[in-house]
């Protein structure tokens, strides 16, 4: 492929993108603007938008284009909608109990073909006067677990009356009859697949090896696998001229697209989708369309929020054309006459969750969704950005032009900000990587699942929600006491929805398209496994995980949990660099312990003049059991997480590499709980000599924000696009440290105390799953944890409503409140 071309956009279209932390940030779906909390930003273009379901990953026009059928495939309700493209209306839908991504149209329209999930079936829906009508399944295996299938892409072949469909757990091709229903043929392709497409002729099927890196060529009349053709990473949607004679691959992990010639089975050129010339991952490409007359190729790049443009005229000899800005995360495109159709998958802005995931009054206003039957629903992160689609008339050049320049104006990422990011001069954080720090030692602490709300929202010194506040200082003096002591950070938000992605994010600054579509279907009790924390190549970011990184730069690294656990790493890159003591994820075990061994073999790695550069510390146990009887209360579990988290920072204090030592700290997601600024707000804490002490930074930050603190610190590039584009937290620190060491504060509740009620939390407690992370139903577990707080029958006071907090545009306003 050394011969193939690569194209890019021009860096003649780039306009100077706005600093996040200098504007005012909105959560309002209905802004012109819209600041999401990772520092992007949304100007959605369209005509008109249409709410869809949650997480629509595909959609599909009939032959005729009088109908849209999108698949809604997130944590809660799964539907299939019917759409008039035209008219832009929402024509039926009905709730699907398991689904994920397949859909295809009978080329009469009269039947729609979607994937039935981990149920392991495909469901076959009659369309009758623009309705679903009656449904027929077509099963592929028993449902899950007893067998694991998940079909995906669908393709048809009508006149042979064939179904071909892919699957990403058992990876494998099925054909099916859809005369007998039956079976007719299972090919093992070696990796998980995505899509599938056929050949004018039905001749070939393509088929897109997510987990491969290449795509698979099957012949319909000989049934054989017959080649197969190199991608970049992670290929996913596949689209073809009507001609058959070029093949257009969506690579997410690569920011690109494979033009193929499919005669040769070559590749023809790599387009490359990125706003800039560049290889960090986040642009994720994952949808594709081309114009009516196929000479524009439109592109969606699902982390840049945007559709790429290019002239497609002559394959081969491809020219970018520009950009057009979209909602948040788009996943598909479709083109019709004149108009581009594209699926939002998080809808257009992020959101507040006051009232949820918990009991809420009956009579409560406090801005909850409302369902299709008028009941509100619970504002639980996982399922509350809810997806849209716009309707686009197609740009010409100078609508275009004006669009483009509004997508880099989005974009924080720049080539500029990669290479230096912003500081100051005399910073204890460096501006650029290779710049000396007189931090040498870094400790990365990943806690587990709280909101800002939940746990500093008593803290008058910030913007808290007291009504919210269930582990007070109470229950968590050290959390207080550090916030107090050395900087407390109120508008610090998390990349990530839940564990699944967070745990991605907190150590690649990135969670790849299949994690961001993979973990609301466990999440949703749909089935599948949890696969995020190294179990799973797939789902590994295309250049490895902060660890990674730390290898190949030849600096010293140790995991203490994350990651890892009874003595054993999930990734290559940790085998040697895992203290074997320490436990992975495990609620049995006191956080207080784990803290213990970490300073046992600290202590013993300080001996000998070994502590590592970067040790990652998992202390997660503010998780908590629930109610389930026997177990430690929730009170208990946080508290002991905070007098753990106040005892390691005590000993790393007192220590002699202190004047050389800075600790960051988590929450690798905010799923488990509600907060009036937005759902994705969490507590951050930044303790070190050279931490400003006593202050009040109400500076926007975010977990990739962090990460780029840290690596600038250690002198390693960034991972992705949104750490290279993330403000360092240089507004923390100050040229000289402060030496005094912190002094733990004592529990103020009991660490021991069980759970001994007998009631229905405590039932319900009794099913849940916590021998893994968020294998327990968070929704039910988050209601648990608030009524052993407030008492069984407790609801939620109608919580105050808020917006992100106004930013200030100079550094240091409101510091030292």
Same mark, same amino acid.
């Given at each position: 492929?050394?011969?193939?071309?690569?194209?890019?956009?021009?860096?003649?279209?780039?306009?100077?993108?706005?600093?996040?932390?200098?504007?005012?940030?909105?959560?309002?779906?209905?802004?012109?603007?819209?600041?999401?909390?990772?520092?992007?930003?949304?100007?959605?273009?369209?005509?008109?938008?249409?709410?869809?379901?949650?997480?629509?990953?595909?959609?599909?026009?009939?032959?005729?284009?009088q109908l849209l059928a999108v698949t809604n495939n997130g944590q809660s309700?799964?539907?299939?909608?019917?759409?008039?493209?035209?008219?832009?209306?929402?024509?039926?839908?009905?709730?699907?109990?398991?689904?994920?991504?397949?859909?295809?149209?009978?080329?009469?329209?009269?039947?729609?073909?979607?994937?039935?999930?981990?149920?392991?079936?495909?469901?076959?829906?009659?369309?009758?006067?623009?309705?679903?009508?009656?449904?027929?399944?077509?099963?592929?295996?028993?449902?899950?677990?007893?067998?694991?299938?998940?079909?995906?892409?669908?393709?048809?072949?009508?006149?042979?009356?064939?179904?071909?469909?892919?699957?990403?757990?058992?990876?494998?091709?099925?054909?099916?009859?859809?005369?007998?229903?039956?079976?007719?043929?299972?090919?093992?392709?070696?990796?998980?697949?995505?899509? +599938?497409?056929?050949?004018?002729?039905?001749?070939?099927?393509?088929?897109?090896?997510?987990?491969?890196?290449?795509?698979?060529?099957?012949?319909?009349?000989?049934?054989?696998?017959?080649?197969?053709?190199?991608?970049?990473?992670?290929?996913?949607?596949?689209?073809?001229?009507?001609?058959?004679?070029?093949?257009?691959?969506?690579?997410?992990?690569?920011?690109?697209?494979?033009?193929?010639?499919?005669?040769?089975?070559?590749?023809?050129?790599?387009?490359?989708?990125?706003?800039?010339?560049?290889?960090?991952?986040?642009?994720?490409?994952?949808?594709?369309?081309?114009?009516?007359?196929?000479?524009?190729?439109?592109?969606?790049?699902?982390?840049?929020? +945007?559709?790429?443009?290019?002239?497609?005229?002559?394959?081969?000899?491809?020219?970018?054309?520009?950009?057009?800005?979209?909602?948040?995360?788009?996943?598909?495109?479709?083109?019709?006459?004149?108009?581009?159709?594209?699926?939002?998958?998080?809808?257009?802005?992020?959101?507040?969750?006051?009232?949820?995931?918990?009991?809420?009054?009956?009579?409560?206003?406090?801005?909850?969704?409302?369902?299709?039957?008028?009941?509100?629903e619970v504002q639980y992160i996982g399922s509350l950005f809810k997806g849209?689609?716009?309707?686009?008339?197609?740009?010409?050049?100078?609508?275009?032009?004006?669009?483009?320049?509004?997508?880099?104006?989005?974009?924080?990422?720049?080539?500029?900000?990669?290479?230096?990011?912003?500081?100051?001069?005399?910073?204890?954080?460096?501006?650029?990587?290779?710049?000396?720090?007189?931090?040498?030692?870094?400790?990365?602490?990943?806690?587990?699942?709280?909101?800002?709300?939940?746990?500093?929202?008593?803290?008058?010194?910030?913007?808290?929600?007291?009504?919210? +506040?269930?582990?007070?200082?109470?229950?968590?003096?050290?959390?207080?006491?550090?916030?107090?002591?050395?900087?407390?950070?109120?508008?610090?938000?998390?990349?990530?929805?839940?564990?699944?992605?967070?745990?991605?994010?907190?150590?690649?600054?990135?969670?790849?398209?299949?994690?961001?579509?993979?973990?609301?279907?466990?999440?949703?009790?749909?089935?599948?496994?949890?696969?995020?924390?190294?179990?799973?190549?797939?789902?590994?970011?295309?250049?490895?995980?902060?660890?990674?990184?730390?290898?190949?730069?030849?600096?010293?690294?140790?995991?203490?949990?994350?990651?890892?656990?009874?003595?054993?790493?999930?990734?290559?890159?940790?085998?040697?660099?895992?203290?074997?003591?320490?436990?992975?994820?495990?609620?049995?075990?006191?956080?207080?312990?784990?803290?213990?061994?970490?300073?046992?073999?600290?202590?013993?790695?300080?001996?000998?003049?070994?502590?590592?550069?970067?040790?990652?510390?998992?202390?997660?146990?503010?998780?908590?059991?629930?109610?389930?009887?026997?177990?430690?209360?929730?009170?208990?579990?946080?508290?002991?997480?905070?007098?753990?988290?106040?005892?390691?920072?005590?000993?790393?204090?007192?220590?002699?590499?202190?004047?050389?030592?800075?600790?960051?700290?988590?929450?690798?997601?905010?799923?488990?709980?509600?907060?009036?600024?937005?759902?994705?707000?969490?507590?951050?804490?930044?303790?070190?000599?050279?931490?400003?002490?006593?202050?009040?930074?109400?500076?926007?930050?975010?977990?990739?924000?962090?990460?780029?603190?840290?690596?600038?610190?250690?002198?390693?590039?960034?991972?992705?696009?949104?750490?290279?584009?993330?403000?360092?937290?240089?507004? +923390?620190?100050?040229?000289?440290?402060?030496?005094?060491?912190?002094?733990?504060?004592?529990?103020?509740?009991?660490?021991?105390?069980?759970?001994?009620?007998?009631?229905?939390?405590?039932?319900?407690?009794?099913?849940?799953?916590?021998?893994?992370?968020?294998?327990?139903?968070?929704?039910?577990?988050?209601?648990?944890?608030?009524?052993?707080?407030?008492?069984?029958?407790?609801?939620?006071?109608?919580?105050?409503?808020?917006?992100?907090?106004?930013?200030?545009?100079?550094?240091?306003?409101?510091?030292?409140?």
């Amino acid at each position: 492929m050394s011969s193939t071309r690569r194209v890019c956009i021009s860096l003649l279209l780039a306009a100077q993108a706005l600093a996040a932390w200098a504007q005012q940030p909105t959560n309002n779906p209905k802004a012109s603007q819209i600041l999401l909390p990772n520092g992007w930003l949304l100007t959605p273009a369209g005509s008109s938008s249409l709410p869809l379901g949650d997480l629509p990953l595909n959609m599909q026009l009939s032959r005729s284009g009088q109908l849209l059928a999108v698949t809604n495939n997130g944590q809660s309700k799964q539907r299939i909608q019917l759409i008039d493209p035209k008219a832009g209306t929402l024509l039926d839908q009905q709730t699907i109990r398991k689904s994920w991504y397949g859909l295809q149209f009978s080329a009469d329209g009269k039947k729609l073909y979607a994937s039935g999930g981990n149920d392991n079936l495909i469901i076959a829906y009659s369309i009758v006067n623009r309705k679903l009508a009656s449904a027929d399944t077509l099963r592929l295996g028993q449902a899950w677990p007893k067998e694991k299938i998940s079909p995906t892409g669908i393709a048809l072949d009508d006149a042979r009356n064939r179904l071909y469909t892919v699957t990403k757990e058992d990876n494998s091709l099925y054909v099916v009859d859809l005369k007998t229903k039956a079976t007719l043929k299972k090919v093992s392709l070696g990796h998980e697949a995505y899509s +599938c497409v056929l050949a004018p002729d039905r001749r070939l099927l393509y088929i897109s090896l997510w987990g491969g890196d290449k795509l698979a060529v099957y012949d319909t009349q000989t049934e054989q696998l017959v080649g197969e053709i190199a991608t970049e990473s992670h290929p996913n949607e596949i689209i073809l001229t009507r001609s058959g004679k070029v093949l257009f691959v969506a690579n997410a992990n690569d920011n690109s697209v494979s033009v193929i010639d499919t005669k040769t089975r070559k590749v023809l050129e790599v387009i490359s989708t990125a706003l800039y010339p560049t290889k960090l991952t986040g642009s994720t490409t994952n949808g594709l369309a081309l114009s009516p007359d196929e000479k524009t190729l439109y592109i969606a790049n699902a982390d840049n929020n +945007c559709l790429a443009v290019f002239n497609v005229a002559e394959p081969g000899k491809s020219s970018a054309k520009g950009f057009i800005p979209t909602g948040w995360y788009p996943t598909n495109v479709k083109t019709l006459g004149r108009k581009i159709l594209v699926a939002n998958g998080k809808g257009f802005s992020s959101l507040a969750n006051p009232a949820g995931p918990q009991p809420v009054k009956k009579s409560d206003n406090s801005g909850s969704h409302t369902g299709v039957a008028g009941a509100p629903e619970v504002q639980y992160i996982g399922s509350l950005f809810k997806g849209t689609l716009s309707f686009i008339n197609q740009p010409k050049a100078d609508q275009l032009k004006a669009y483009s320049a509004q997508v880099y104006a989005n974009s924080p990422f720049t080539k500029q900000v990669a290479e230096q990011a912003k500081g100051e001069a005399g910073n204890p954080i460096p501006r650029r990587v290779g710049e000396k720090s007189p931090i040498k030692y870094v400790f990365y602490i990943i806690k587990e699942n709280r909101t800002y709300d939940q746990i500093l929202g008593d803290m008058p010194e910030g913007n808290g929600d007291t009504t919210l +506040c269930i582990f007070p200082e109470k229950v968590t003096p050290n959390h207080h006491a550090l916030a107090r002591e050395f900087v407390l950070l109120d508008n610090f938000y998390v990349n990530a929805e839940v564990s699944a992605d967070g745990h991605n994010w907190s150590m690649a600054a990135y969670a790849t398209d299949y994690t961001e579509k993979t973990w609301p279907t466990s999440y949703g009790g749909r089935g599948g496994t949890y696969d995020y924390e190294g179990t799973r190549k797939i789902a590994y970011p295309r250049d490895g995980y902060i660890w990674d990184y730390c290898q190949r730069a030849g600096l010293s690294y140790r995991s203490y949990g994350e990651f890892a656990g009874d003595g054993k790493a999930t990734l290559k890159s940790l085998e040697g660099h895992i203290a074997l003591k320490s436990p992975g994820f495990d609620m049995d075990i006191k956080d207080v312990e784990r803290t213990r061994i970490w300073r046992q073999d600290f202590d013993s790695l300080l001996a000998r003049g070994a502590v590592p550069q970067f040790s990652t510390i998992r202390l997660g146990n503010d998780h908590t059991s629930g109610q389930r009887k026997g177990k430690f209360t929730p009170t208990a579990a946080v508290a002991d997480n905070d007098l753990a988290l106040g005892q390691l920072v005590e000993h790393l204090s007192k220590s002699s590499i202190w004047k050389e030592s800075v600790i960051f700290v988590l929450e690798d997601d905010a799923q488990n709980g509600p907060d009036h600024v937005d759902a994705h707000r969490s507590p951050a804490f930044v303790i070190s000599p050279y931490t400003r002490r006593g202050a009040v930074d109400h500076t926007m930050y975010s977990t990739s924000g962090v990460l780029r603190t840290m690596e600038l610190i250690l002198g390693l590039p960034p991972m992705s696009q949104y750490d290279a584009a993330a403000l360092p937290l240089f507004n +923390c620190f100050q040229a000289m440290p402060n030496l005094a060491p912190y002094q733990v504060k004592a529990a103020q509740v009991n660490l021991d105390a069980r759970n001994t009620a007998w009631n229905k939390s405590a039932e319900r407690s009794e099913h849940f799953d916590f021998a893994s992370e968020d294998a327990a139903p968070d929704l039910d577990l988050t209601e648990v944890v608030w009524k052993a707080i407030k008492g069984e029958d407790a609801v939620v006071p109608a919580p105050r409503r808020g917006a992100f907090l106004k930013l200030e545009q100079k550094r240091r306003d409101d510091d030292d409140d």
